[in-house]
């Protein structure tokens, strides 16, 4: 396997459209990206895949948008205004700002080499906050959602008495979030704006013990299922030190980025904590009436937290390789799920001329009605090839003279290079048959 660096992901994502730093013609801005022609429909195809898994796959989960903005007291009650905060400290040289958990306070400047030259820690805040109206007080300050899963908790009631859905359930969402993060290295990994999956699991205090786990391995089957390495991925439990302020108990998934093991995604017991706090500050009774068991109850919540713009960078990472190939030629390739590849099917004429060019493009138009589809016909067939592999695309389909003659044509497979003749009326039955018996290499 290649040795994956962040620079050479960046590099392809820069080169092939699939990740862009955020107004980029002015200089760039930290921790903001743009999602060009091949991530959007990455990243649309991840999410598609969880809310699949999540919602059609799993019973008596339901799904919500709820708005970004919420009314200020959510995040009161919530105790993000509070606690949600990172240590800070300046460096009075340079101007540099470090979050002083993550480097040594009595060690120079890693920016300016400056001695002794950091401000005492204080805590800053990771929400961001705007102005609601006309009028720019303090009584109109409102923020910018930093996780999905408040809106869930805020709507619980509304979707118990609107969906006839019963104890345990689950509510899921996406959407996005965002945290004034003090440090943003490491591409999209941690971003000031980015996109979260989230899932809030209700259920009758006590049983939690049961469902904490349950959702624990569901979550890392999800990854298998994706076509992850599993030797990429590991838990870490949380410690005391390490845990929210809202946690009973947490694990991470944690995933081998290029720059080491990082958090990919949270599985949290959350308990009672936060639709209690909605009760107390909203005043309104969050409780769940068992209709069985006459039994009321405020439900106990087991949370599963993915960030979907991490998940990128995950398949990304996991999906590059570099393979030299006989003659000492080198090939990049990502080696995507066909699920989550941008372009599922390439269609490439071998020439353009005697009626190739557009058999082709008839069949490309016929298989784009069950395949994100793309055409090209220009520059040598291996090179055509190679163009596809570094994107990721799983099948390239050939059309040359004997097309012309028979109906077949030419698939050949990513992975494995391998190149097989189909009838093309077989042809799109083939590629989904291939797809549901996808195995990563
Ligand atoms: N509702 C719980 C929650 O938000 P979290 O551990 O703070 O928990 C969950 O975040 C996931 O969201 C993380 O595992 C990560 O994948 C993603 N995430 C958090 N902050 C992020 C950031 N600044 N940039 C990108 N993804 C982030």
Known sequence: MADVTMDKIVSLCKRRGFIFQSSEIYGGLNGAYDYGPLGVQLKNNIRDFWWKEMT?????????????????????????????????????????????????????????????????????????ATHIGANADAASTI?????????????????????????????????????????????????????????????????????????????MAFYHKMGIHPEHLRWHQHGPDELAFYAKDAYDIQFLFPMGWQELEGVHSRTDYDLTQHQTFSGKDMSYLDQETNERYIPYVVETSAGLTRNVLMALSDAYDEQELEGGDVRTVLHFHPEI?????????????????????????????????????????????????????????????????????????????????????????????????YKRI
């Open 56 to 128: 059609q796959l799993h019973d008596d989960i339901v799904g919500l948008d709820a708005s970004i903005l919420m009314h200020p007291r959510v995040w009161e009650a919530s105790g993000h205004v509070s606690n949600f905060t990172d240590p800070m400290v300046d460096c009075k040289q340079c101007k540099s700002r470090f979050r002083a958990d993550q480097i040594d306070l009595s060690a120079p400047c890693p920016v300016c080499g400056a001695k002794d030259s950091f401000t005492e820690p204080r805590n800053f805040n990771l929400m961001f």
């Open 341 to 437: 590849a941008p372009i599922t099917v390439a269609v490439l004429p071998l020439v353009k001329k005697d009626g190739i060019g557009e058999y082709a493009d008839k069949l490309e138009h016929k298989l784009r009605e069950d395949f994100a589809t793309f055409y090209d016909q220009s520059g040598a067939i291996g090179r055509r090839y190679r163009r596809m592999d570094e994107i990721g695309t799983p099948y390239c389909v050939t059309v040359d003279y004997d097309t012309l003659k028979d109906d077949t044509v030419t698939l050949r497979f990513r992975d494995s290079m391998e190149q097989v003749r189909v009838s093309v009326s077989e042809l799109a039955a083939r590629i989904k048959q291939e797809n549901k018996a």
């Open 143 to 219: 923020y910018l959602r930093p996780e999905t899963a408040q809106g869930i908790y805020v709507d619980f009631k509304n979707v118990v008495s609107s969906s006839r859905v019963k104890i345990p359930f689950g509510i899921a969402q996406i959407g996005k979030s965002f945290r004034n993060e003090i440090t943003t290295k490491n591409f999209i990994f941690r971003s000031c704006e980015f996109e979260q999956m989230e899932m809030q699991w209700f259920c009758k205090p006590g049983t939690d013990e049961y469902w904490f786990p349950y959702w624990r391995e569901q979550r």
